[in-house]
């Protein structure tokens, strides 16, 4: 369900082992964008900037099937994911991208990833996953749609742009809710895809 583009500009081995329960050691980041004050709220979830305290949840979610609609692999390892996530904490801080932690209101369960790629660019890119055993519950939806109200008010952007797999049924239904419109076709090795267009709000 809804599975993309999140990881695209930073790819994973093919490769899964065994989860561990250590996070990799942590990098020092000056942070010019006070991360702390971002927190977007929908009816049942509530979404945040990812930091590595999110690292073994988000890890232990990240499958082979989950990825079979993404340009990425499963990470090898936490500490080949940690290789991923650090360089994303970088990017939030400068607010060039922004992956954001999914968790659900009533329980603070983490459901997934959302991501705001290339946020000076006039059409920035837009990216979810949803852990599996969460599927068909429209938390993808609700997600993105938080996401494109929050950042229609904060970025210069004439729309965003929803790249997703031709396949991916579930995954088109989120664009075409928000008034998405197709406005290209592309071809890869793992799968063709579809590019829709998203208005802001």
Not at 30 to 42: A, L, N
Not at 63 to 74: F, G, H
Not at 137 to 163: C, D, H, M, N
Not at 166 to 184: C, D, K, Q, Y
Request: with cysteine; proline share 5%.
């Amino acid at each position: 369900m809804f599975l993309h583009t999140l990881g695209q500009k930073l790819p994973f081995r093919k490769s899964p082992s065994a989860v561990t329960n250590q996070i990799p050691a942590q990098v020092e980041i000056t942070m010019s964008v006070d991360t702390r004050e971002i927190r977007i709220q929908s009816p049942r979830l509530s979404i945040e900037p990812f930091c590595a305290q999110d690292a073994v949840e988000s890890f232990a979610c990240i499958t082979a099937s989950l990825t079979r609609y993404m340009s990425w692999e499963p990470p090898a390892s936490l500490e080949e994911y940690a290789q991923v996530w650090r360089q994303w904490l970088l990017s939030i801080a400068d607010g060039s991208d922004f992956v954001f932690v999914i968790r659900q209101l009533e329980n603070a369960r983490f459901t997934g990833l959302v991501g705001l790629h290339d946020t000076h660019a006039e059409t920035p890119e837009l990216g979810i996953w949803i852990r599996e055993d969460e599927h068909g519950l429209g938390f993808g939806t609700e997600a993105v749609q938080a996401v494109v109200q929050w950042a229609s008010q904060r970025v210069v952007a004439k729309s965003f742009i929803y790249p997703v797999a031709t396949n991916n049924h579930a995954s088109r239904r989120i664009a075409e809710v928000l008034g998405g419109t197709i406005l290209e076709m592309r071809t890869s090795a793992k799968y063709d895809s579809v590019v829709y267009q998203i208005p802001t709000v």
